[in-house]
């Protein structure tokens, strides 16, 4: 969820969850028979209380852990929007939220595969910041 402003909504993991503490992008699992997008506008509904509209999203970047070096066999693809409906509260009990700048984002403490995802971010949350200071 990228803001005017070029900040983007940042989710701390539960302390009692793997990556404790460390910031992600909000968002979760796909089920069994479920599209991508639709899980991902069931999961931010379910985790922030807010309502995507599947239009709106667009492919950021996938990043995936190499078996080979240890590293988990999982896929994370993360989209973007800037529209939703609904203000994103933290629905989940020890999972605190954050409006991050492009600058912020970079020294937030992030999962390994969140620090891949957040660089392709960057370029977009440094444009719609400048585009802000345009209008
Ligand atoms: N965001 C993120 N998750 C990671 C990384 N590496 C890694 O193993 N994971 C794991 C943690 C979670 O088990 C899973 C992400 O699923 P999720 O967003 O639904 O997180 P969760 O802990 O609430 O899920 P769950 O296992 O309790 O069902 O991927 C990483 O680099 N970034």
């Given at each position: 969820m990228i803001a005017d402003g070029g900040t983007v909504l940042m989710q701390q993991r539960p302390p009692d969850k793997q990556h404790a503490g460390l910031w992600e992008f909000p968002g979760g699992k796909v089920e069994m028979g479920e599209t991508l997008v639709a899980a991902l506008v069931r999961e931010i509904d379910e985790e922030l209380g807010v309502t995507l509209c599947a239009a709106d999203l667009f492919p950021v970047r996938a990043a995936s852990g190499d078996p080979a070096k240890g590293e988990p066999s999982i896929v994370l693809l993360l989209f973007g929007t800037r529209r939703w409906q609904g203000e994103p509260r933290a629905?989940?009990?020890?999972?605190?939220?954050?409006?991050?700048?492009?600058?912020?984002?970079?020294?937030?403490?992030?999962?390994?595969?969140?620090?891949?995802?957040?660089?392709?971010?960057?370029?977009?949350?440094?444009?719609?910041?400048?585009?802000?200071?345009?209008?």
């Open positions: 629905v989940e009990p020890g999972c605190q939220l954050q409006w991050t700048t492009a600058g912020a984002l970079t020294t937030l403490p992030r999962p390994p595969l969140d620090i891949p995802l957040s660089q392709a971010l960057i370029p977009l949350l440094e444009g719609v910041a400048k585009a802000g200071r345009h209008t």
